[in-house]
């Protein structure tokens, strides 16, 4: 038996930033992005397929070329660099990290040190960083241990990158607020994230599982926090990128009754659903009733 988690594929700003590339793809030969668009590479294959180009950096966007700026988004500074250049610029940020690049902004103009929870290799925290009015008045942790070696502020502003937990938000929300004389805290979890992660409680609890497929990009955030709380939850997790590593792990099924299936805000629903075909036609030839 196969039971999909309640919530899984694509979010909003994904499905936004993929379809708007899609759609200009319709009228332009070629589209740019600095940076992967998403973090699933059998998604952005496709796009590249049909005209997509991949920067490292600004610098390497050739004059007249179509730019969307990916969901993750840019710093001010990328983005201000391509308008002089008169690069034609689409900005596709997620709603959720533009709020938080917002909030980066407007509290760092109001005096507040700002600390942003999240991976500081990661793109949406180098766009978030690159809104905050002073680079130097702000700084990065990854976690509540991080979180006990931030110096003392009198004013502090915690913003948390999009896709981490909210427990672990508030554990660095509560270890701040003896680093400071006043603490703004602004929980900037997308929603689709937290609706994520609860469904794969959910999936695991209300059902009797013998293991959980995640399917996402190994590179993915989101997808990366799902396998800590599956993890976390003691079912056996595993973990694939496309079909080909599902079927080179087909014996990780054998005695496999009831599979969950679970997929980041990353992953596209053509894929999802190559995956459950693969493990359904695996779970038939083990006599198992498909649902």
């Not at 920067?55 to 391509?82: C, F, M, T, W, Y």
């Not at 937290?194 to 959980?212: I, S, Y």
């Not at 996402?216 to 997808?223: D, I």
């Not at 629903?269 to 493990?279: A, D, G, R, S, Y």
Request: proline fraction near 3%.
């Amino acid at each position: 038996m196969i039971i999909m988690a309640e919530h899984a594929g694509f979010c909003f700003g994904v499905k936004r930033a993929v379809d708007a590339i899609s759609e200009s793809l319709k009228d332009n030969p070629e589209v740019w992005t600095i940076g992967l668009p998403i973090h699933n590479p059998q998604e952005v294959s496709r796009l590249e397929s049909l005209g997509l180009r991949v920067a490292q950096n600004d610098s390497e966007i050739p004059e007249g070329a179509k730019v969307l700026i990916r969901a993750h988004g840019e710093p001010l500074d990328v983005i201000d660099r391509l308008i002089k250049r008169g690069i034609d610029v689409e900005d596709m940020t997620c709603p959720f990290v533009k709020k938080a690049q917002e909030k980066a902004s407007s509290l760092s103009q109001e005096g507040y040190y700002v600390v942003l929870l999240g991976d500081k290799n990661h793109p949406e925290i180098k766009g978030i960083m690159g809104h905050v009015d002073n680079p130097e008045n702000a700084e990065v942790i990854a976690d509540e241990k991080e979180a006990s070696g931030v110096q003392f502020h009198a004013k502090t502003a915690l913003i948390s990158q999009t896709t981490q937990r909210e427990e672990r938000l508030e554990k660095a929300a509560a270890i701040l607020v003896g680093k400071s004389s006043e603490l703004r805290v602004c929980n900037t979890i997308c929603k689709a994230t937290a609706q994520r992660q609860e469904a794969v409680r959910n999936l695991v609890r209300q059902n009797n599982l013998d293991g959980v497929v995640l399917i996402g990009g190994k590179s993915s955030a989101n997808t990366s926090k799902l396998r800590d709380i599956l993890q976390a939850e003691g079912v056996d997790v595993l973990w694939v990128e496309d079909e080909n590593e599902t079927l080179e792990n087909q014996h990780w099924f054998n005695g496999k009754i009831i599979v969950g299936i679970a997929a980041g805000a990353s992953t596209p629903e053509w894929l999802i659903h190559k995956i459950k075909n693969i493990i359904a036609a695996k779970q038939d030839l083990q006599g198992v009733l498909i649902h």
